[in-house]
């Protein structure tokens, strides 16, 4: 069984992280599931939604991905795991998304370990400035 992915995100980031893995991922749409919170939705109905959301996908483990540690959507994600067997990792990214999208096959502590290695390995600094050693 799949661990299911679960992005919790300030709207509309949720679901655009989505759009972008299936892009890449076709086959993980089933596995992958976002939520964006509107700016003026109280956490209480955010929260109610979440675990409808979860409900509706049986009782597999759940790895859920928040945008931004100590902001609502994260902080609903904290209530939100505590009620099923789920982990929970803030500061999603792209990268980390597509690692945990590619090893969702594996037990929800080892996905979590390689989601945040995917999330940190994936920020590069490509390119430096064009003339760092220009003059006066």
Excluded: W
């Excluded at 709207?11 to 003026?40: G, I, K, N, T």
């Excluded at 597999?60 to 939100?80: E, H, I, K, M, Y």
């Amino acid at each position: 069984m799949n661990t299911r992915l679960l992005i919790i995100a300030h709207a509309p980031l949720a679901h655009a992280l989505r759009e972008c893995a299936l892009h890449v991922f076709s086959d993980c749409a089933d596995d992958l599931l976002a939520m964006d919170v509107p700016p003026d939705e109280p956490p209480e109905q955010t929260l109610s939604k979440a675990r409808a959301l979860l409900a509706q996908h049986g009782q597999a483990p759940v790895l859920v991905l928040s945008d931004l540690f100590g902001a609502t959507p994260c902080n609903v994600a904290r209530r939100l795991v505590d009620d099923v067997h789920a982990r929970l990792i803030a500061g999603v990214n792209l990268p980390m998304l597509l690692r945990a999208v590619c090893y969702r096959a594996e037990p929800l502590d080892a996905l979590a370990v390689r989601a945040l290695a995917g999330g940190t390995q994936g920020m590069l600094q490509v390119a430096a400035e064009s003339n760092p050693t220009r003059t006066s």
